[in-house]
Structure formats: C-alpha cells, structure tokens
Antibody
Framework: EVQLVESGGGLVQPGGSLRLSCVAS????????MNWVRQAAGKGLEWVAA????????HYADSVKGRLTVSRDNSKNTLYLQMNSLRVEDTAVYYC???????????????WGQGTLVTVSS | HSVLTQSPSASGTPGQRVTLSCSGS????????VYWYQQFPGTAPKLLIS???QRPSGVPDRFSGSKSGTSASLAISGLRSEDEADYYC????????????FGGGTKLTVL
C-alpha cells in the first residue's frame, strides 16, 4: 500500500522555524513531482510548494515565497519543507502530495499523506 | 478569496442527481484541465476527477466531470449518504506568478 507519512509539525512562535518531513513507501518516489498543500482549520485547500521529480525545479505560492523552501532526497524517499519566518496565518495542516512528473505543475494530486499540523502562536 | 468560485453549500436527497459548479476565467478553467477532490472531515482529500472528466481507478461511475468555457461541473448521480463531504475543484492558472488554485469548496449535505 502506498504511504506518505508526514512528521515535524508542532507549535512554534511567530518568526520561528520548523522543518517538515514526508517519507514515502511502496511508492516510486523519484518518478513523481511532490507538493505541499495546506489547509487551515475550517478552511479550504492551498497549494503552497512544488518540486520536480529530480528536485531541480521548485515553485511556490506567492504567500510563502522567500519563507518556505521545498526540497527532496530521492535516495531516502523523503520530501522536506523548511519553514522560516513563520506567521500566524501559516497555521494549518500540511499535506505531502504526489503529482505527475510530466507535465509537472499539474494539480493532479494523488497520493496524499495524512497531514501534519503546524500551529504558529505566541 | 479564490479565483475559482464554488457555492459554499449544496444538498440533495438519496437517489437524486446533484451538480456542483466551479466558475473561473479564461486563464484557468478556460485553458487548463480541472481536477475535483472529495474530502471527509478529518481526512485527506481524495482525487475524484482528473483532466476535467476522467475518473481515476476505483471512483464510482456515479461521479462525472465536465467543462464548458470558463466553468466546470461535478455531477453525482444516485446520491448516497456516504457522498456527504466537501468537494474542491483545482486548476492551474496561467496568469498567476505562483501555483495553481483550489476553489473554496462546496459542502454537500445528503438530506
């Protein structure tokens, strides 16, 4: 069974940093582009970051550019999201999601992880 | 607010056919495929329709998608109680400098 398991979420103060990880299993990780999609409590979905299958290309939502950095280690089947200068409005469940390698930047999101909660609060 | 407009809520009775809409513009729905997601409370979304009208493996044929101009629709026929969920449309937008967008979502209630 395909599994994407996120970790690293938690409570952080405004201006702080956090690093999320997502480990893939039973999944040809290096054949997929990977993404982070977030959802604030009671709100809709927001696509925040994407990385190509090789890791050579990245793309970000305007709301997180310069603060969040997506990366991947294909040898470890792991996706990362480095979150710096966090704001209260970054509070959300963050999902690790696969999408087609080519063409990439297509919102065909499958599979999804179970999500990890990030809370930014003083 | 999102560049994709979905009605916040919709409802239907068991066995009925309901249609959920997603309205956009020429830079998104008008020029790119639409994707639909189903989400139950406390769980991750699930891909329901891809490339505007394709059902991934395992999705019942009660669910169908269509697109016309700058609008897309998700139709659910033979409505069941287990279809009660939130439904989101998603599309790439050629005019944005960032990533693609999701609609605000429609909460479907089965009466």
């Amino acid at each position: 069974e395909v599994q994407l398991v996120e970790s690293g979420g938690g409570l952080v103060q405004p201006g702080g940093s956090l690093r999320l990880s997502c480990v893939a299993s039973e999944f040809t990780f290096n054949s997929y582009a990977m993404n982070w999609v977030r959802q604030a409590a009671g709100k809709g979905l927001e696509w925040v970051a994407a990385i190509s299958d090789s890791g050579g290309r990245t793309h970000y939502a305007d709301s997180v550019k310069g603060r969040l950095t997506v990366s991947r280690d294909n040898s470890k089947n792991t996706l990362y999201l480095q979150m710096n200068s966090l704001r209260v409005e970054d509070t959300a469940v963050y999902y690790c999601v696969g999408s087609p390698a080519r063409p990439w930047l297509v919102p065909r999101f499958d599979p999804w992880g179970q999500g990890t909660l990030v809370t930014v609060s003083s | 607010h999102s560049v994709l407009t979905q009605s916040p809520s919709a409802s239907g009775t068991p066995g009925q056919r309901v249609t959920l809409s997603c309205s956009g513009s020429s830079s998104n729905i008008g020029s790119n495929h639409v994707y639909w997601y189903q989400q139950f409370p406390g769980t991750a979304p699930k891909l329901l329709i891809s490339e505007s009208n394709q059902r991934p493996s395992g999705v019942p044929d009660r669910f169908s998608g269509s697109k016309s101009g700058t609008s897309a629709s998700l139709a659910i026929s033979g409505l069941r109680s287990e279809d009660e969920a939130d439904y989101y449309c998603a599309v790439w937008d050629d005019s944005l400098s960032g990533l693609g967008v999701f609609g605000g979502g429609t909460k479907l209630t089965v009466l």
